[in-house]
Each structure stands twice: as C-alpha cells, then as structure tokens.
T-cell receptor, first 114, second 113 residues
Framework: EAQVTQNPRYLITVTGKKLTVTCSQN?????MSWYRQDPGLGLRQIYY???????DKGDVPEGYKVSRKEKRNFPLILESPSPNQTSLYFC?????????????FGPGTRLTVL | DAKTTQPPSMDCAEGRAANLPCNHS???????VYWYRQIHSQGPQYIIH???NNETNEMASLIITEDRKSSTLILPHATLRDTAVYYC??????????????FGQGTTLQVKP
C-alpha cells in the first residue's frame, strides 16, 4: 500500500531535549516536505527536499533541521525544542513535475514541548 | 500562486450533493486548481485537480468556470465521513515551484444525518 509513515505519532518532551521525527514513503517520490499546523495559522511549510541531498527552507525553518540521505526518508530534527514548537507536524511526498503532482501526507505527529 | 476565497463553513444533508465553491479571480493561465481535505487533524488528503476542463474521479467532480475565476467541488452523495475541512489551492506546476501547498482557511463541511 502506498503510504507516508511518521513516527512517533505523539510525543511529549521537555525544553532542550533533542528529538527526531521520522518520515518515510514507499512511493519512490523525489519530493518530500514538512509542515506544521497551528490553530488559526493553518499549515505552514518548514523544509522541503527535491531529491536526495537537496534540501531547502520553507516558510518557518527556525529551530528545525532536516536531512535527506535516502530517497525514502526525510527526518525532522529539533536540536533544542522549545514550547513554541508545540504543534501538529505533517510530512508529505510527491513526484516532481508530473501533470498532477499530487502530494501524499502522513498521519501527523502531535508534539508537546513542556 | 493565486489567492483563493472559500466560505468558512457549509452544511449538507447526508446523501445529498455537497457543492463547495472557490473563487480564484487572479489565477494565471498555467495554474491548476487543486482540492484537498482534512478530516479532523488527520493528514490532508488529495481529492482532485484540474486546469480548465471539468474533471471527475471516484471521489468528486470539479467544475471550473470558462473564465477560470472560480470553481466548484461536488461530492455527489455526501456521507458523514465526508465531514472535513476542504481546501481549494491554486498553484503552478514546473521546476520553479517549491512544491509548497498554500493552505488557506478552507471550508468546514458538516454533513448532517
């Protein structure tokens, strides 16, 4: 089954404790992206990747890092989480430049930083 | 990418057609109209997209006006499981875009028994 998986689905942590949210897709998509969703602000793009070893900042990259060492994986790293990073996070993937670059989203990771 | 305007909320009776409008009066010739939905904090789900012709798939139909300044998403027989926030997104294809989807506030569709 074609899917995007994220782990963990829920995480409660404390300020400053490094964490990684994993994202994996099994569709051989070149493009992957991370969004965060906050009440009243909608979904905002954090980082994106056009292919292996190619990443770039989205609209709200501060406090986050990403890597793309393999095509299928695109982890989101919070080196020193802060309470303002409490949010719902979504990973997405798609083919690039096709007639319909439909994006597939993961189920979400709800992160709480105390 | 062009801005879109959607009503904040709509109701629909179960089994009836749900017609969700979207205005995109500043759409460019190379921009597509996409529809996604998000069911209560789940990941957004692609529904359908089109450029100028009407489109239909197993989930919905998309009607785009001839001047392309507005469109309507039609769920032909709405069920309770179609209760969700529906997002109309306009974007261009091509290597210059970042792939970013700009989600506005969307339309909250409530399907009622």
């Amino acid at each position: 089954e074609a899917q995007v998986t994220q782990n963990p689905r829920y995480l409660i942590t404390v300020t400053g404790k490094k964490l990684t949210v994993t994202c994996s897709q099994n569709m051989n998509h070149e493009y992957m992206s991370w969004y965060r969703q906050d009440p009243g602000l909608g979904l905002r793009q954090i980082y994106y990747s056009m292919n292996v070893e190619v990443t770039d900042k989205g609209d709200v990259p501060e406090g986050y890092k990403v890597s793309r060492k393999e095509k299928r994986n695109f982890p989101l790293i919070l080196e020193s989480p802060s309470p303002n990073q409490t949010s719902l996070y979504f990973c997405a993937s798609s083919f690039l430049d096709r007639g319909g670059d439909t994006q597939y989203f993961g189920p979400g990771t709800r992160l709480t930083v105390l | 990418d062009a801005k879109t305007t959607q009503p904040p909320s709509m109701d629909c009776a179960e089994g009836r057609a749900a017609n969700l409008p979207c205005n995109h009066s500043t759409i460019s010739g190379n921009e597509y109209v996409y529809w996604y939905r998000q069911i209560h904090s789940q990941g957004p789900q692609y529904i359908i997209h089109g450029l100028k012709n009407n489109e239909t798939n197993e989930m919905a139909s998309l009607i785009i006006t001839e001047d392309r300044k507005s469109s309507t998403l039609i769920l032909p027989h709405a069920t309770l499981r179609d209760t969700a926030v529906y997002y109309c997104i306009v974007r261009a294809h091509g290597s210059s875009n970042t792939g970013k989807l700009i989600f506005g506030q969307g339309t909250t569709l409530q399907v009622k028994p």
